[in-house]
């Protein structure tokens, strides 16, 4: 998978992406991140990227022309026919979900557009923009910090990324369940025991118990994913149970 970012600050995603897993990542050469600065395509000789906007109003607009630049730049140099998507980082945009990580992950190259200022130029966006995605429902000062968590959401999902194959899998929100708790030595902390079940080695109970953590927290937790869960005759029998208590 090849990331490539536009953005005004592109050491904010170097750091940001070279440390911990997805750096590993990185050095393993599963991933690569190229963090294209748009002031490099400034049309200005003040290397300006901004203007006011027209109409008047607070703050000042990206330019279209510097992003489209280097968009291009970054077209330029991938041999594929099939023309990258653009993820456009904005508060606007459908709201980023586990789906759409799991989906992004099946693509080789993704570029993420992040925008500064009150915005970019909506003619540009028109242009290049093919999916429009925000991290949630709050407002952040740039689009930077939305693509390191979706760039990371996606790297956890890639072949060899994760050291165990299995923790993709069974992490919270595989198949709309929250994750279970989880215990290490010691087995006393503080005077909190570990669940006994967790001690008897018997792999078959553990399994069961570890199920029946999860339907309890997100029954508790996210009851409006118990309705997208695939959930076998004993989860529903289990759920039943909890009602009555
Ligand atoms: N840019 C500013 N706020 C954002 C958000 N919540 N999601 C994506 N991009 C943003």
Known sequence: MRFHVLTLFPDMIRNGFQTSITGRAVEKGLLSVNAVNI?????NKH???DDYPYGGGAGMVMQAEP?????????????SEKKPRVLYMTPQGKVFNQRMAEELSGEEELIFLCGHYEGIDERVLEEIVTDEV????????????????IMDAISRLLDGVLHNGESAEFDSFHDNLLEYPQYSRPEEWRGKKVPAILLSGHHANVEKWRREQSLIRTK???????????LTKEDKKFLAKLEEV
């Open 39 to 43: 002031r490099d395509f400034s049309v």
């Open 67 to 79: 992003v489209c630049r280097a968009y291009e730049s970054v077209v330029s140099g991938i041999s």
């Open 134 to 149: 925000s991290i949630g429902d709050y407002v952040l000062t740039g689009g930077e910090l939305p693509a390191l968590v």
């Open 47 to 49: 290397n300006r990227v």
């Open 220 to 230: 508790e937790r996210r009851p409006d994913l118990l309705e997208h869960a695939s």
